[in-house]
């Protein structure tokens, strides 16, 4: 006779899928809010053993993440506890407390995938529609790092409206504060693709690109157009093409600069 559920290394598994022991789970809800650094990272430790089966775990756990920073090993300083760490700490526990039985993936059923962004986390779950329902099959969440995080919120603010980059600098300068910012956001504007694909009156300075090296006679020829010049029998402008994997040049005298023109030269 076979058991319809097994306890397999700190996991309840069942026909329909796995859940966290509730044992174990009950000795992490049991667990009194840490004293020192090291009680606090034994804990964050424990509830990561789960870490599938809890949404927005990196969000949840930010702030006490924060605690933990310039830690050193078996540090035993005392965390200063605020009411937001607190309320965190009380949020992991609920989260695992509610934690999600996860389904088992079975081939052929459609999945899908929800991602959700916040300002310094990203978080998504995986999901099969199984008997016209949608069943968790894995959770997954991160922290942004703090280059990430910015970024986040350049796009949350620049992306409503994609305002110019001198709005934009001044919205997010108006609101938050880090060193370099002001450059930092009009890089970033400045690559903004879809404000390069919508004002194209606008002249953007696109970074140097490395060319790849072409391995043909004309497969990349670079063309350019000087003048206007003096008039040399009545030719005021220059068509230059290079070849770049021969280098061979070519300069050809036009009358205009019409595309027509340009193009016959060519
Ligand atoms: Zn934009």
Redesign the pocket.
């Known amino acids: 006779m076979g058991a319809d559920q097994v306890e397999y290394l700190g996991f309840l598994i069942t026909a329909e899928g796995s859940r966290p022991l509730p044992e174990k789970a009950q000795a992490i809800l049991n667990y009194k809010l840490p004293e020192t650094i090291h009680d606090l990272r034994t804990f964050l430790g424990m509830i990561n053993f789960y870490r599938r089966y809890l949404k927005d775990a990196a969000k949840t756990q930010a702030p006490l993440h924060e605690l933990l920073k310039g830690a050193k090993k078996k540090d035993r300083r005392k965390v200063h506890w605020t009411d937001d760490t607190r309320r965190s700490f009380e949020k992991c526990k609920t989260g695992l407390a509610e934690a999600a039985l996860l389904s088992f993936p079975k081939s052929g059923l459609p999945l899908s995938l929800c991602t959700d962004a916040s300002d310094f986390a990203v978080g998504a779950v995986l999901q099969q529609l199984e008997n016209e329902g949608w069943k968790p099959i894995a959770f997954y969440s991160k922290k942004l790092n703090e280059t990430q995080t910015r970024f986040q919120i350049f796009q949350l603010i ?2 409503l409206a ?1 305002p110019g980059i001198k709005s934009t600098v001044k919205l997010m300068t108006e609101k938050y504060v880090w060193s370099d910012i002001k450059k930092q956001v009009r890089e970033w ?1 400045k690559a ?1 693709i ?2 390069q694909k919508c004002k194209v009156s606008r002249h953007t300075k696109s970074k140097l690109g490395e060319f790849e090296q072409p391995d043909e006679r004309f497969s990349v020829v670079h063309i350019d157009l000087i003048g206007k010049l003096p008039p040399s029998e009545g030719m005021q402008y220059c068509l230059t093409c290079i070849d770049r994997f021969s280098c061979w040049m070519e300069a050809i005298p036009i009358l205009e600069i019409t595309a027509e023109i340009v193009g016959r030269a060519f």
Do not use: E, K, L
């Open positions: 620049h992306g994609h504007a903004c879809r404000c």
